[in-house]
Each structure stands twice: as C-alpha cells, then as structure tokens.
C-alpha cells in the first residue's frame, strides 16, 4: 500500500522549507531567508503516532507581474525589505515553473498544508492560492505559521480564505505541530514501518550537463525544472518510481561547480552539501558529462567523489546528439575517458541524448549490472583459489631480503565487495604488487562498474 502524499503549498518565504524539516527530522530542504529558494518539489518519509506518510516540499507560488514579466511574478515582491527584489535574486526566470510544479504536487496529494505567515498578514496572494486550493478538491488544512508566541489574533484574517479555522504553530519554535499533524493523518491508516528496498540513483555532474533532463527523459515526465541556467537545480530530489516490478528511488543533484568558485554563505554551497550526501546513501551513481564540451578537471573531481565513496559509477555521456560523428567517434572518446579517469578503470560508460532519448532504456540494463557486481561476495574457497593462482604465476617481490607471503583471504563484506588478505608482514607489500592482485580477482570475477577493497593484515 502507497503512503499517502502531503503538499506544503505557499507563496514564498512562509516557512514551507522549516516545516517541511522539522517534520522529517532532518534537513533535507534548503532554509534560508532568501525569497525562491526551493524551486523544485522535495520528497520526504515522515511519521506521526504510528502512521507514515510523504512530505513534498514545494517551491513558493508566485500569482503577480513585476515590471512586464509574465504571469507567474508576484507585484509586491519589488522589494522584499531588504533592498532586494526578487529579480536580484533571480528568481523571476522561474517564477511559472515553480508555480506549475507546486500546482502539480497539489495535484498528487491526499492532503494539502497551506502554510501562511501571520507576521506578514493576509495578502493577495493567500487569497488567490486559497482560491485555487479549492478547486482542487483535496482536503485543505490552513496552517498560520511564525506565531512565536502564539497571537491568536493575528489567525482572525484568515479565515476570510474560507479553508476552515486556522491552525496557529511556529516552526522555528515547534510549536503547534502536534495539533496540526494530528488533523493531518486522522484519516490516514496505520501502516507498518517496513525499511525501503528500493535502489536508489544519484544522478551527478557539473552544472548544467543536462542531469535534470536526463531525469525527466528516465521518468517519462518533467519531475524536475529544465533551464539552461547553470545551478537551476538546487537540492537533492527524491523520486520514487518502478520500473519492471522493481522500485527505485531517483536522485538528480545540484551541479558540483570548483570549490573555489562557491561563496561559503551562499544557497549554492548547501546545495553541494546535500549533493556529496546523495552520493554518501546512493546503491549507484550515474555521473554525467557533456559530450560536447572538453572532458574538464571538475568532470573528473565528481566521477573521484563517487569513486572515494566506494560507489558503482556509470558514466554517462550526454548530448552525443551535438558531437559530429564518425566511425571511430566514440572509441576515441572512450580512449580520453580511460587516460582521464585512469584511478577507476573499472567505470562503465554509456554515450546518450536525453534530448532525443537516444540509449536513455539502455542505462537501467548497466545500473542493474552494476549494482550486481557491487553486491557480488565471492566463497572462501574460490577466492583462494584465485589467489594462489596468481602468487604462483608471479611471487611478491622481495624487499629487503625478505619475501612477503600470502596465506589466505576472505570477504568479509560487499557494497562494496572488501577483501582481506591475511599475510607474514603487510610492510614488505608493494603497491605494484596490491594493483596485480587486484587486476588478477577483476580477471577472475566480474567487478565492472564497481570498486573493490583490498585490505593486508598480518596475521597474529
């Protein structure tokens, strides 16, 4: 049975992304005092006395025109009292987007949170969301939010929107949510709290290499914005989908630009925050690279953080469409991939269009390989076997005087696969001599797409 959906709808800077924290208990959606943070909808697990549902974030709905813009940009937004607008912060270009995914999330739910400031009163825009709420037939739960210490009076205009009474809460404080998630899953039923086994795919790479349209084209809709400004995408998004009776779970991360070219306090270094911890709880990681731009340092910086992480990486290879192509095209691209990304030779590699959908189907096939190998533990017995086998075809070198000797290994885990090797003396061990072994179990056992770990302990 299917969790039911909860949308936390809004107009800009109410608090949605707070909320949408406190109830998850952990911070997964952006926060900061910055009007269009959260532009695309975020999905979440939560929990309330024994009954589960999911979360969507959603980013602020904008109803007014500022300055010719099209509809989609509020009116009173031409300075937010800071001495910005919301233009300076660049959120105008995707004013109607944000608005037509937090429409959709609407859509999805079971139950809709409208979340309102009661600081800043009832304005225009709550009544125009509220008008639209309606329309949509869903239960709406009215919750006024940054009551600190809870003014009732400052609830009394809101019940011109015609949603019911009010619930007063703060969500800095935590207060109130109690009674607001009671009348939250008062009709929801009590399902047991069963861990996921759904494979989860991080999706990263560089600004604007066409990660969000590759996730789109892999969904058969448009989950996430699409924009050719670098940084569209700006927190890690969950999607949940299942393809062929198996579940998964989708990714798609925030562009992870040089270190030196994010500012410490802006929104994007959060953003590569949750980005590095998308990879941290990904089964696999589909890196993307454009194809029609040079194969860059930073592209290689983000294939290196999936690989220290100990992840099986598909590289994709996108846009191939734009690349002027011959016989010999994709060797030679493959030929530059294998010099660059020499430290893990074992990725797999895909060349696709997410514009034309060109082997897009094709990349479940790798991902399921992959994960495979990642997940493969090799008996005692055969990884013995293999390892004398390759002592006899060529002995340690000595170091020295002295010879290291191998006398037996195990696998003591997978994802990923980790071996020990027990041995005399690990200090007499030569790097060489580890890569050797190492290419000797690829040879003998199928590790493409995945790192393994080699570890020598003397044995005591």
Known sequence: ????????????????????????????????????????????????????FTLIDTGGIYYGVTKGQGSGVRNEGENNGQGKSDNDYGVNVFASEVKRQAEIAAQLSDVIVFLVDGKAGLTADDATIANYLRRAQKPVILAVN????????????????GLGEPFPISCEQGKGLGELLDEIVKDFVRLPDEESTALKIAVTGKPNVGKSSLVNKILGYNRVIVSDVAGTTRDAIDTPFERGGKNFVLIDTAGLR?????????????????AIGAVKRADVVLCVIDASDEISEQDIKVAALSHEEGKPTIIVVNKWDKVEKDTFTIEEYRKKLDADLAFMGYYESIFVSAATGQRVDKIFGLIEKVYENNSRRITTGMLNDVVRDAVAISPPPSFSGKRLKILYATQPQTNPPKFVIFVSNPKLLHFSYQRYLENQLRRAFDFSGTPIVLSFVKRE
């Open 258 to 274: 040089r270190k030196r070219a994010i500012d410490d306090e802006s929104v994007e270094r959060y953003s590569v925050i949750r």
């Open 146 to 161: 940054k009551l600190d210490n809870f003014e009732m009076q400052l609830t009394y205009d809101f019940y011109e929107l």
């Open 1 to 52: 049975m299917n969790k039911p959906l909860v949308a936390v709808i809004g107009r800009p800077n109410v608090g949605k992304s707070t909320f949408f924290n406190k109830i998850c208990g952990k911070r997964i959606s952006i926060v900061k005092d910055t009007p269009g943070v959260t532009r695309d909808r975020i999905y979440a697990d939560a929990e309330w006395c024994g009954r589960y």
